[in-house]
């Protein structure tokens, strides 16, 4: 691994920090994931396939134990210093079915940055005592500066961002990709819907660069005038002519996609710039109603990262509908981690096909 120094690497664009999250020598296969744009279309293809044939060895018992002992002899440290229910349980699950051992931190606070330690030398503790870290943070650049640490110290282990700031969720958008085909059998030529909280939500941010894989995708953008997509987003579809509409009506574009992926409006932001919790108002622009599935196409599905608050009618938490998968996505979010994190450490090719 080249070395860089971190100002250096930080006036990099994202396409040239690549090569430096790599695995050695591999052009097109992550070793860090940092940011959605490091998967290609095979990666993509691969992950999938790889992701159920865990699922399928997993239904037997002899499977399960052959998944067990893949990496018996790593241990995985999750930390956690932002609110998560789903990432933390997929990721602490997907690295127990691979037979890891885990250690969480889920507050920084409790670490010895309370006494002024650096995040670099707090990372570069725990890397002595683990194989891999997983990170999210509430700041865009942490995940980033574990996975530059990690490069410069003499045990490079791989760091996954889990969550960074309003950036980026690369591991979010591997689940949503792997529930997309499942759902829809093939990606290309969808037209994908995105709703809600479009500027401070990072997984359609992530979603949104993935979509680079897929020939003649349409996305359609429903957010609040404020909080509309980012125009890095934009201008990076531009650039890879990826159609894209924008509107602030829910209701017109339902009977027209193959997909949506509805997201709650990200208030919290709100509140630490000082406005109160009652000024996220539920706008019915942006709520999925009940009747509306009926209008969807026969073969399409809802989507949904979760958490959610009240953009999905709640009725539809019970309908036995199979375009209702918002359930089955975050069990989707376990099968895929697992098969990234089996991909990283070399053992994919002994699970069986
Ligand atoms: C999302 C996140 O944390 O970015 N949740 C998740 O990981 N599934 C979405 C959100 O918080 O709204």
Not at 160 to 173: E, K, R, V
Not at 247 to 271: C, F, G, H, L
Request: with cysteine; aromatic share 8%; hydrophobic share 40%.
């Amino acid at each position: 691994m080249k070395r860089i120094s971190w100002e250096a690497y930080l006036g990099l664009q994202v396409g040239e920090r690549i090569p430096y999250l790599n695995k050695d020598g591999a052009e097109n296969e992550p070793f860090h994931v940092l940011y959605a744009q490091q998967f290609d279309r095979k990666m993509l293809d691969e992950l999938c396939a790889l992701a159920d044939r865990i699922r399928k060895a997993h239904k037997a018992p002899e499977g399960a134990a052959l998944l067990r002992s893949l990496l018996p002899n790593k241990t995985a440290l999750n930390i956690f210093a932002q609110p998560s229910t789903r990432t933390f349980m997929s990721f602490h699950l997907a690295e127990q079915k691979l037979g890891m051992q885990t250690s969480d931190i889920r507050d920084l606070s409790t670490s010895s940055q309370a006494k002024g330690e650096t995040l670099q030398n707090s990372i570069r503790t725990f890397s002595s005592y683990v194989d891999l870290i997983v990170m999210r943070h509430p700041d865009q650049g942490a995940a980033e500066l574990a996975a530059y640490e990690m490069n410069m110290a003499d045990r490079r282990l791989p760091v996954l961002n889990g969550g960074s700031g309003q950036d980026q969720h690369p591991t979010q958008a591997l689940l949503d990709i792997y529930t997309l085909q499942r759902s829809l059998d093939e990606i290309d030529g969808k037209k994908i819907a995105m709703v809600g909280d479009l500027m401070r939500g990072r997984t359609v941010r992530s979603l949104s660069y993935l979509m680079k894989n897929y020939r003649d995708v349409e996305i359609y953008y429903v957010a609040p005038e404020r909080l509309r997509i980012g125009d890095d987003i934009k201008a990076f579809l531009k650039k890879q002519h990826i159609r894209y509409t924008e509107s602030d009506n829910i209701e017109a574009i339902v009977p027209i996609v193959d997909a949506i992926y509805m997201t709650r409006i990200q208030w919290e932001w709100d509140k630490a710039a000082g406005a109160k919790a009652g000024d996220a108002k539920y706008d019915p622009r942006f709520v999925f109603r009940k009747e509306y599935l009926q209008r969807m196409k026969r073969k399409s599905c809802l989507m949904h990262p979760l958490p959610k608050i009240n953009e999905i009618d709640p009725e539809l938490d019970y309908l036995e509908d199979p375009r209702v998968v918002y359930w089955r996505q975050e069990r989707n979010g376990m099968w895929i981690r697992a098969a990234l994190i089996a991909r990283i450490f070399g053992v994919d090719g002994q699970i069986p096909a």
